[in-house]
């Protein structure tokens, strides 16, 4: 039994397949480094885009961090005393205070009621009378001003 060496030549229509499907083989391979040549290209222009979107924020942040860690403050002390008013109005007797705040009120008309009083009395007062009385008394009164002096 004779067994035949393994080296041996192929037909020629095989060796055409092969050809065919090496070239289909390189083909692809060109295909698959355009492919990531392009995805590299894309992954570059999104790092920049990235790192530039990154620099916008720092920027700002450098730019408005200031301004907005003294206006939190601000708030901060706004609040506090929002808080202290707070119980200062918790601990305050509001209902005396309104109370007290009637008083006033009841006094304010009754001094009021006073007022319209007298001035319906000075309405009331004829001045040409008054003044024709004072003369009378003047008249009266200048003889025991010259004896007093």
Known sequence: M?????????ALAGDK?????LEQ???????????????LLLS??????????????LLALLLWGPGLHR???RADQVFDNLESLSSQLAEADISGLLAGIDQ?????????????????????????????????LQKAMAPLAKLFG
């Open 25 to 39: 083989i390189a083909q692809n391979s060109q295909l698959i480094v355009q492919t990531e040549q392009k995805r």
């Open 17 to 21: 397949e092969e050809q065919i499907l």
């Open 44 to 57: 570059k222009i999104q790092l920049g885009l990235t790192a530039f979107l990154a620099g916008c924020v």
């Open 2 to 10: 004779y067994i035949s060496p393994m080296h041996e030549q192929p």
């Open 71 to 73: 206006a939190l403050q």
């Open 104 to 136: 006033l009120a009841q006094i304010d008309q009754s001094s009021l009621k006073a007022m319209e009083k007298a001035a319906e009395l000075l309405e009331k007062i004829d001045a040409d009378r008054l003044n024709e009385a004072i003369s009378d």
